[in-house]
């Protein structure tokens, strides 16, 4: 028994957080929008050959993926920092960047991670409600003050799943102080199809107050293995590689993204499958007069019209776990990740004994 708790501001969305982990392995787990097409064959050929390199550290900077990366990106390799995942870019841009009662500006909902590592650095939150269930550049130019250090634009966002375009983003940018930094998570850039494709790396090129998230747990389906990178202006990426812990990224995690940037055929067909998943669910949600989000992401926001607790655990029942919209302040609302074929058609019929 101890008294020694972690502090107030964050105790509660600790306990939300580990409550979403405990769930059953045994179920089709379509709540947190991983990759159900797997992942590229290059892997598993890129992973058999790993004897005698376990006992060594990995590269410092996982330099073999930031060379791979400033090649595709034609960008310098000062420009880019690997990660344990977004979620640990996240957390070292807010160390590194936020003062005690800087402000925060975080659309909601969102990504929940912001919040956490910004509370985590002692910044304070300012959250700014979707209109339409789109992020608002104006609603978040009016929540600006002096005291302004991060915004965090989740582009195409978690969990609407709608995108800003590369205009309002242009757009934003013109209005926005060049002493905040924005920084634009594109976990989900592959999957844009609402919008002309989004040219970030030309936005980052022109506006160093910028960092882009990008991630291999979605597309490239390695979630499991914890890579990512933030590309952004030199000096800023600097400030995040000499504070983030470090030799976080793993040789096998190197191994894997640097295979998978070399099969553009398999990202390839996992969006163009995601979004025949994606139409098949459009389709099916049409016939029951379910209304939903048109989604740029590996998964489809949804209004069941009731209770989304209740919803979810119909459907837990029938082992099928999906994101209840409650704690997102969406009560009536799913997030279901895009599974496989099989997967989809089993929630579209399950959903139709629950709902009817
Ligand atoms: C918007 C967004 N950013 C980041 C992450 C986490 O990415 P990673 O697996 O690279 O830590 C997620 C995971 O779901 C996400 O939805």
């Known amino acids: 028994m101890t008294h020694i708790r972690v ?17 059953d392995g045994k179920l089709i787990r379509l709540d947190r929008n991983e990759n159900a097409f797997g992942h590229s064959k290059n892997v598993e050929r890129a992973l058999r050959h790993t004897s005698g390199a376990l006992s060594s550290y990995p590269e410092l900077y996982a330099d073999s993926l930031l060379h791979k990366l400033a090649d595709i990106h034609r960008i310098s390799e000062q420009n880019i920092v690997a990660g344990n995942g977004s979620f640990e870019l996240i957390t070292a841009i807010s160390q590194s960047y936020l003062n005690p009662e800087d402000e925060v500006i975080i659309p909601t909902p969102t990504f929940d991670w912001y919040k956490t590592a910004s509370l ?20 978040i130019l009016q929540a600006v003050t002096a005291k302004t250090k991060i915004i965090w634009l989740c582009n195409p966002n978690n969990p609407t799943g709608t995108v800003l375009s590369e205009v309002e983003l242009h757009r934003f940018l013109e209005k926005l102080s060049p002493e905040i930094l924005l920084v634009l998570d594109e976990a989900y850039i ?12 030309h936005i980052v090129r022109t506006h160093p107050n910028v960092i882009l998230l990008r991630t291999f747990s979605k597309v490239y389906g390695l979630a499991s293995l914890r890579i990512g990178y933030a590309i952004g202006n030199a000096a800023v990426i600097e400030g995040i590689r000499n504070f983030k812990t470090p030799v976080s990224v793993n040789y096998l995690a190197i ?3 640097v295979a998978s940037l070399d099969d553009e055929a398999f990202r390839r067909s996992v ?26 992401t590996n998964f489809l926001t949804v209004c069941v019209g009731r209770d989304s607790d209740y919803v979810v655990n119909e459907l ?3 082992k099928i776990l999906v ?3 409650k704690d997102f302040g969406y009560p009536e609302w799913l997030r279901i990740t895009v599974g496989k074929e099989e ?14």
């Not at 107030?8 to 769930?23: A, F, N, P, T, W």
């Not at 409600?129 to 104006?138: G, Q, T």
């Not at 997967?343 to 709902?355: A, D, F, P, R, S």
């Open 271 to 296: 969006v163009r499958q995601t979004a025949k998943q994606l139409d098949y669910l459009y389709k099916e949600f049409n016939q029951l007069g379910l209304s939903y989000i048109r989604s740029n």
């Open 7 to 23: 502090k107030d501001s964050i105790r509660r969305l600790h306990e939300d957080y580990v409550k979403r982990g405990e769930e």
């Open 255 to 257: 191994e894997a993204a």
């Open 343 to 356: 997967e989809n058609q089993l929630v579209v019929t399950y959903l139709k004994g629950i709902l009817s």
């Open 120 to 139: 985590l650095a002692h910044g304070h939150i300012i959250e700014v409600p979707v209109e339409n269930h789109r992020i608002s550049p104006d609603k």
């Open 316 to 318: 837990k029942k029938r």
């Open 190 to 201: 592959d999957f844009i199809r609402e919008t002309e494709p989004v040219n970030s790396i």
């Open 323 to 325: 994101r209840g919209g």
